[in-house]
């Protein structure tokens, strides 16, 4: 079999760092890209042949057109392109920073839809590659304090979802990853924007409260395990569309569905009230 390229972003630390070791563990060939290259640069001093080092921020046009032709000049094309760096900020929607959520939608979706049609003519001259967002439990089922970076997944999920309805004709595949808590360290990476503010206490107060808290063992994703099972998402022969990673994941994300499956029903009546008579009949969606 032939060795695929992936190229993946925030692959200095995290889930980005355990993919792009797990991937090249297993034969294939990584560009590992970050916005600062040590951790990237160790690891494809282990892997000489078959990985390669850049620096990437997301939001930089030159930075996304260097990466893909660095890339393509040492492997050829991009077969997987993972969208996986992002940043988050904690605080409730009213006492976030302006600049603060709206570098967080420049880095969560900005950057990767970007990346994504940076990537996509290689692809659709070869007519073959994956597209690989990594969205969030948060990406479906907001919570108070994390609004914004909900947000953002949740922007990148809609994304995603016309993405593959638009490719996948053409023999190109997409898929949204949605973890749960990991391991990976994020409880130092996550920031809290702005001052709190009294009324919030109850809500996103006890959210900032309770980071000053965390420790790792109140994570239950095993980083290399999701590793694992993004590689073989994305080998599968008939790839999901949709992949929940995490015990969390699983019991928020089903939470979610049953409340919005029961408004959706209780609703069907008023739905259908609102329409023209006999409108339905003829609707073209």
Do not use: C
């Not at 309770?210 to 290399?224: A, H, I, N, R, V």
């Not at 395990?225 to 993004?230: C, F, K, T």
Request: net charge negative; glycine share 8%; proline share 4%.
């Amino acid at each position: 079999m032939s060795r695929k390229t992936w190229l993946i972003t925030g692959a200095s630390s995290g889930l980005g760092k355990a993919l792009a070791e797990h991937v090249l563990a297993h034969g294939d060939q990584v560009v590992a890209t970050a916005s600062s290259t040590k951790a990237t640069t160790e690891l494809a001093a282990r892997y000489p042949e078959t990985a390669l080092a850049l620096r990437l921020d997301v939001t930089d046009a030159a930075d996304r057109v260097a990466a893909v032709r660095a890339t393509e000049e040492r492997f050829g094309g991009i077969d997987v392109l993972v969208n996986n760096a992002a940043i988050d900020f904690v605080g409730a929607l009213e006492e976030q920073e302006e600049s603060d959520y709206r570098r967080l939608f420049e880095v969560n979706f900005f950057g990767a839809v970007e990346l994504t049609r940076q990537v996509l003519p290689g692809m659709r001259a070869r007519r073959t590659g994956t597209i690989v967002n990594v969205s969030s439990m948060d990406g479906l089922a907001s919570l108070p304090a994390n609004g914004f970076y909900s947000s953002s997944k949740f922007a990148l999920e809609g994304f995603t979802e016309a993405l593959w309805q638009e490719i996948e004709p053409i023999g190109l595949r997409a898929m949204i990853i949605q973890p749960g808590s990991f391991r990976t360290g994020i409880e130092n990476r996550t920031k809290v924007s702005g001052e709190a503010i009294e009324d919030y206490a109850a809500t996103a107060g006890a959210f900032r409260a309770m980071m000053g808290s965390l420790t790792p063992e109140m994570f239950p994703g095993d980083p290399e395990r999701a590793a694992e099972a993004i590689f073989e998402a994305v080998n599968a022969p008939e790839p999901a569309h949709w992949v929940v990673l995490g015990s969390d994941a699983q019991r928020r994300i089903g939470v979610k569905l049953d409340q919005l499956r029961a408004e959706f029903e209780a609703g069907r009546e008023l739905a259908f009230s609102t329409d023209f008579p006999g409108a339905a009949e003829n609707a073209v969606l």
